[in-house]
């Protein structure tokens, strides 16, 4: 496994929770991360990217309330998400690669849902 997400949960509407992706070196080191989410219906939509220098960007949606960030020491990304919506529900996934050119590498999902 290249990339594995965890962390996902049920949680109620202003709860908070912190997802991981552990990623294997040689996809980790020298790569922009990012965490992409899909709801039922919708289309998967960036959430947040963070290069290798540490530099985040957020959507609009999650400003203020998710914070992205990584540990090049341990190859692992982390996403603080705080006062959670039930609008954040959604798989999460981690991603690696460049987000304009698009990710080169996917881990699989991990299930967010927040109860109103």
């Known amino acids: 496994v290249q990339l594995q997400a965890s962390g996902g949960g049920l949680v109620q509407a202003g709860g908070s929770l912190r997802l991981s992706c552990a990623a294997s070196?040689?996809?980790?080191?020298?790569?922009?991360m990012g965490w992409y989410r899909q709801a039922p219906g919708k289309q998967r939509e960036l959430v947040a990217t963070v290069t290798r220098f540490g530099t985040p960007n957020y959507a609009d949606s999650v400003k203020g309330r998710f914070t992205i960030s990584r540990d090049n020491s341990k190859n692992t990304m982390y996403l603080q998400m705080n006062s959670l919506r039930p609008e954040d529900t959604a798989v999460y996934y981690c991603?690696?690669?460049?987000?304009?050119?698009?990710?080169?590498?996917w881990g699989k999902g991990t299930q967010v849902t927040v109860s109103s």
């Open positions: 070196g040689s996809i980790f080191s020298g790569k922009t």
């Open positions: 991603a690696a690669g460049s987000p304009a050119l698009g990710m080169d590498y």
